[in-house]
C-alpha cells in the first residue's frame, strides 16, 4: 500500500497570509504514460463531508476558489493557500488514486493564529 | 445537478450487518465509480473500496476484505455497501463518493456498534 504523510499535523495561520500544508507519497504516484500525478486534495469542515479541492495534484476543482492550489510531482506535492480566510479553517486531507487502496494522508487541522 | 443521498444511521449490535445504500441522481449511474470511506469520530478517512456500477466489478481494501460487500442497483441508480461482523471498532460515519478523486460525496451514514 502506498502511505500518504503529511506535514505538519496542524497550523495556525494568521488572516490573510499563506497557509501551506505537505504530502508525502511512500511511492511514485505520477503514471508516466499520461504524466499524470494521481493526487488530490480535500478540505473537511465539522460535520460535513471532504469537499474536493485538487485532483490531477494541481488541477483546481471547479468553483473552489484561486487562493487554494496545488503543486508537486512523483512524491512530494504541496497544498497552498495564498491568503488565508476565515472560511477556510478546517482539516486537510491528501489522497492517492494511483493504486488501490486509495489511501489518504492523516490529515492536517488548519486554524486562524 | 448531482447529489449522492445515503440511508439514515444505524444501530447495530456486535456481530451483526449493516447494510449502507446511496442513491444518485443528476447524472448517469454507470458513467462513474463510487468509492466508499468511512471515518471514525475524530479520526481521518480511511477507504474501503470502490466498485463500477456498470459492470459491478468491485476491489476492496484488504483490512475489509471478507467483510465487506459493494453491490448496485441500476433501475434505482443506488449503491450499496454491506459491512458484516460488526465489532464497536466499526462505529464511524460511513460515506460513498463518486469517482477516484471524489468529486461528490454523500452527506454520510452513521452506524453505531454497541451491545
Known amino acids: 500500500d502506498i502511505v500518504m504523510t503529511q506535514s505538519p499535523d496542524s497550523l495556525a495561520v494568521s488572516l490573510g497570509e499563506r497557509a501551506t500544508i505537505n504530502c508525502k507519497s511512500s511511492?511514485?504516484?505520477?503514471?508516466?504514460?499520461?504524466?499524470?500525478?494521481?493526487l488530490a486534495w480535500y478540505q473537511q469542515k465539522p460535520g460535513q463531508p471532504p469537499k474536493l479541492l485538487i485532483y490531477?495534484?494541481?488541477t483546481r476543482e471547479s468553483g473552489v476558489p484561486d487562493r487554494f492550489s496545488g503543486s508537486g510531482c512523483g512524491t512530494d506535492f504541496t497544498l497552498t493557500i495564498s491568503s488565508l480566510q476565515a472560511e477556510d479553517v478546517a482539516v486537510y486531507y491528501c489522497?492517492?488514486?494511483?493504486?488501490?487502496?486509495?489511501?489518504f494522508g492523516q490529515g492536517t487541522k488548519l486554524d486562524i493564529k | 445537478q448531482v447529489q449522492l443521498v445515503q440511508s439514515g444511521a444505524e444501530v447495530k449490535k456486535p456481530g451483526a450487518s449493516v447494510k449502507v445504500s446511496c442513491k444518485a441522481s443528476?447524472?448517469?449511474?454507470?458513467?462513474?465509480?463510487f468509492n466508499w470511506v468511512r471515518q471514525a469520530t475524530g479520526q481521518g478517512l480511511e477507504w474501503m473500496g470502490w466498485?463500477?456500477?456498470?459492470?459491478?466489478?468491485?476491489g476492496y481494501a484488504q483490512t475489509f476484505e471478507g467483510r465487506v460487500t459493494m453491490t448496485r442497483n441500476t433501475s434505482i441508480s443506488t449503491a450499496y455497501m454491506e459491512l458484516s461482523s460488526l465489532t464497536s471498532e466499526d462505529t464511524a460515519v460511513y460515506y460513498c463518493?463518486?469517482?477516484?478523486?471524489?468529486?461528490?460525496w454523500g452527506q454520510g451514514t452513521l452506524v453505531t456498534v454497541s451491545s
Open positions: 463518493a463518486r469517482k477516484a478523486a471524489s468529486d461528490y
Open positions: 443528476g447524472y448517469t449511474f454507470t458513467s462513474f465509480d
Open positions: 466498485m463500477n456500477p456498470n459492470s459491478g466489478n468491485t
Open positions: 511511492q511514485r504516484v505520477l503514471y508516466s504514460s499520461n504524466n499524470k500525478n494521481y
Open positions: 490531477w495534484a494541481s
Open positions: 489522497q492517492q488514486y494511483y493504486s488501490t487502496p486509495y489511501t
